[in-house]
């Protein structure tokens, strides 16, 4: 899961903008673990465009979601997919939006659970209309009892708890876990695995995540009040090149960590100004989201039998390995 650095309560996306346009699909039998009305929703696709409806928490502009848009593209272009996108980083926002799909009769929705209450009515309405609803990016802890057909991501508190065998590798003594959006579930459990895997002191950071100048504040402020601070994590590509701000600001000798990624992450990595960071591959979520829903219309076909979701992370990208993957974030894919 990210965010930007944009408004909280900004202008949604327009939901009916197309970004890939399909020719004809043959789309076959039903299947999977949610009973009747995912089956009904598979028998009547028929011939003819398949719409699918990938609807996020992620603001405008962020880098993160464009990764995850350009995965869903690719995948749209390949099965010759109508695909829209839409987002919002206001969860009634975002559940107006899911709703908004199943009024347009998609064939298939994929969602990010940032904040699985807040959505929960709006994906019932989805299920009850017959569309099959599938998850990605957050939410792997909810996505089930929700009654979601798959579910493709990292699982944030293995991932949290990698980080915090690593920092015990790396020899941290004292990490500060920033968390740019409260509430966040992904983010939570980031930093609730940290803490538990991470043999030194683990403190938390709130921060509004929605300004970046004050999120770079924010960090100074904590080095400052506490220079046995060794280590600073953060939650996305953008917040980490702030905190490294903040560790020259204040002539702190933290180190800064980080999960996810995008190029200039990769330079800062390359640079030493970030020691490493965890990839979720946030492509992959978008392309294998799109993808399952194609292929649950057309074959029947639903991954991890409806019970286990499909981990894309975690990945360390640290200075040795980093060339591996430079090439593909110079891209836009990585």
């Known amino acids: 899961m990210n965010t930007s650095p944009t408004p909280h309560h900004s202008p949604r996306s327009t939901y009916g903008t ?20 995912s089956a009904g929703a598979a028998e009547k696709a028929g011939a003819g465009h398949i719409k699918v409806a990938l609807i996020t928490h992620g603001a405008d502009g962020d880098a993160f979601w464009e990764l995850v ?48 209450e807040a959505m929960k009515g709006a994906v019932t309405a989805a299920k009850a209309a017959g569309i099959p609803v599938v ?53 939570e459990a980031r930093c609730a695995g940290v803490k538990k895997a991470f043999a030194g002191d683990t403190d938390l950071l709130y921060v509004d995540g929605t300004d970046m ?30 905190a490294v701000k903040s560790v020259k600001q204040t002539g702190s000798g933290a180190a800064v960590a980080t999960f996810d990624l995008n190029s200039s992450l990769v330079k800062a990595v390359q640079s030493g100004d970030v020691q490493f960071a965890v990839d979720q591959q946030p492509y992959l979520q978008g392309y294998l989201a799109v993808d399952s829903l194609w292929l649950y219309r057309s074959n029947g076909n639903f991954s991890g039998g409806g019970t286990a979701p499909v ?24």
């Not at 346009?21 to 009305?37: T, Y």
């Not at 080095?223 to 060794?230: A, F, K, N, T, V």
């Open 69 to 116: 848009r350009k995965g869903a593209q690719a995948a749209a272009a390949k099965d010759d997919i109508d695909l829209t996108y839409a987002s919002d980083s206001d969860s009634a926002g975002q559940a107006s939006l899911v709703r908004d799909a199943v009024r347009d009769r998609v064939d298939g929705i994929a969602v990010t659970l940032a904040k699985p």
């Open 311 to 334: 981990l894309t992370g975690p990945a360390f990208v640290t200075k040795e390995n980093v060339a591996s993957v430079a090439k593909f974030a110079a891209d836009g894919t990585r």
């Open 18 to 37: 197309v970004l890939v346009v399909g020719a004809l699909l043959l789309a076959g039998c039903s299947g999977g673990p949610d009973s009747d009305a």
């Open 213 to 242: 100048k004050a999120v770079t504040a924010s960090v100074a402020s904590r080095l400052r009040q506490d220079p046995s601070i060794d280590e600073v994590v953060m939650m996305g590509a953008q917040f980490a090149l702030g």
């Open 135 to 187: 998850g990605l990016n957050s939410g792997i802890d909810a996505w089930r009892s929700e009654g979601l057909l798959e579910y493709f991501g990292q699982d944030e508190s293995v991932a949290g708890r990698a980080l915090g065998d690593k920092l015990d590798e790396l020899k941290a003594k004292h990490a500060l876990c920033v968390i740019h959006e409260q509430g966040n579930v992904a983010l």
